[in-house]
């Protein structure tokens, strides 16, 4: 039997969210003028608040003020390796490094789900030592710039879960042959949490620390 372990990666494996100080490490690396765009952020919030857009569509409308329309990839990568070097000295869990260490020393595939970009987390995941991503995709044209267009669905929620069905099946791997263990912090994360062997709950939101005592799901704190 094929056993996955299948980890979040926001204030799962990071202490703190990524996107946004992805972001503005980019733009303090890159482009220190398009602070001008900063009073542009919060309308965007607002309009998500109200349910005016999607948080697919914050994600992308902040992309665009802070990280530009078109850059190129070959530009950006030595600035997301910088970053992906600053999330693993000053934003991440001990706790969780090891564990994701005890399951490599178990014999599981390590999987890491998250809803942050891939164009960043590939660099993050690399440092850990995992085998697959499956994340937020952003639209690379022909030239290699960086869109601001999501390709498919944020890999959010019941949308995560489908993009976890997906790899599955890519891979040639029935559900009935895997054993999967997922660990997440977010009630979000509640599909992926149900469809594995073991959940674990890791320093928990309260949604979902209320939720993991309902299921008999583990609870662990990593802070």
Known sequence: MTKLAIYDMDRTITVRGTYTPFL?????????????????????????????ISRKSLKTYNQRLLLGSKPSLAKLTPHIESYADKVMRANSYAKAIAQVEADRTEGRKLVLATASYELYVNAIAARLGFDEVIGTRLKIDEHDRVLP???GENCYDEAKLDRIKDFLEEKGLARETIDIRAYSDHVSDAPMLEFADEAVATTPSAPLRALAKKRGWKIVDWD
Not at 38 to 51: Q, R, V
């Open 24 to 52: 503005f490490h980019m733009l303090f690396a890159r482009a220190p003028w398009r602070l001008v765009f900063l009073p542009l952020l919060p309308f965007g919030f607002i309009g998500y608040g109200l349910k005016l």
């Open 149 to 151: 267009e999501i390709v």
